[in-house]
């Protein structure tokens, strides 16, 4: 059973950093993603890795976020700079190991484990 552990959500003022963490435990899989999901708004894809060595972005974070991950420590990790008050939102950490397409990996559907969320507040 693969179980997703997020943390590193607090509270920062618009313009600050935040990094992300997510410790995966089970099996290691190769798809994984950061999720976002502001009050009143649907889930969105916010970045992702196919473990390939590829990532894609948002088109809302591009520049401002990055994505790494650590496959010793099967970790994923979001670094975020130049924090807005429009990325206020719980973010979930999410993987998959089922063959998917590149163009697929900020879809909510391509993930069957999903974290808790970790909380992230931007104050103007």
């Known amino acids: 059973q693969v179980q997703l552990v997020e943390s590193g959500g607090g509270s920062v003022q618009a313009g600050g950093s935040l990094r992300l963490s997510c410790a995966a435990s089970?099996?290691?899989?190769?798809?994984m993603a950061w999720f976002r999901q502001a009050a009143g708004k649907e889930r969105e894809g916010v970045a992702a890795?196919?473990?390939?060595?590829?990532?894609t972005y948002a088109d809302s974070v591009r520049g401002r976020f990055t994505v790494s991950r650590d496959d010793a420590k099967n970790s994923l990790y979001l670094q975020m700079n130049g924090l807005q008050p429009e990325d206020t939102a719980v973010y979930y950490c999410?993987?998959?190991?089922?063959?998917?397409?590149?163009?697929?990996?900020?879809?909510?559907?391509?993930?069957?484990?999903w974290g808790r969320g970790t909380r992230v507040t931007v104050s103007s």
């Open positions: 999410a993987a998959d190991g089922r063959p998917t397409y590149f163009s697929r990996l900020l879809q909510r559907t391509t993930y069957k484990y």
């Open positions: 089970g099996v290691s899989l190769p798809h």
């Open positions: 890795d196919n473990g390939a060595g590829s990532t």
